[in-house]
Nanobody, 128 residues
Framework: QLQLVESGGGLVQPGGSLRLSCAAS????????IGWFRQAPGKEREGVSC????????YYADSVKGRFTISRDNAKNTVYLQMNSLKPDDTAVYYC?????????????????????WGQGTQVTVSS
């Protein structure tokens, strides 16, 4: 069974940091473009950051540039999202998704919220 599993969410104070992980089972991630997305209550799902299969190309939404960093460790079959300087507006359920590079590249995946495989999400709450 092909699965993506997110972890690392939680409650953090404004200005704090979290690192999210996206691990795959049943398939290897190194072929895929991987994206992190988030959905806040009452809002549409939006692309946060996406990374190419090699890791050489990345995309960040304007709202997270300079604060979030996406990376991947293909040997561990895991993609990470390091989130620093967190703000209350970052509160959301965060999802990772995988898409074939034959179907998309980094920026369209994030901007159009594309993904063939999706995880179940992890809650991130930024509050004092």
């Amino acid at each position: 069974q092909l699965q993506l599993v997110e972890s690392g969410g939680g409650l953090v104070q404004p200005g704090g940091s979290l690192r999210l992980s996206c691990a795959a089972s049943g398939f290897t991630l190194d072929y895929y473009v991987i994206g992190w997305f988030r959905q806040a209550p009452g809002k549409e799902r939006e692309g946060v950051s996406c990374i190419s299969s090699s890791g050489g190309s990345t995309y960040y939404a304007d709202s997270v540039k300079g604060r979030f960093t996406i990376s991947r460790d293909n040997a561990k079959n895991t993609v990470y999202l390091q989130m620093n300087s967190l703000k209350p507006d970052d509160t959301a359920v965060y999802y990772c998704a995988a898409q074939s590079p034959r179907l998309t590249s980094v920026q369209p995946m994030c901007v159009l919220t594309l993904g063939t495989y999706w995880g179940q999400g992890t809650q991130v709450t930024v509050s004092s």
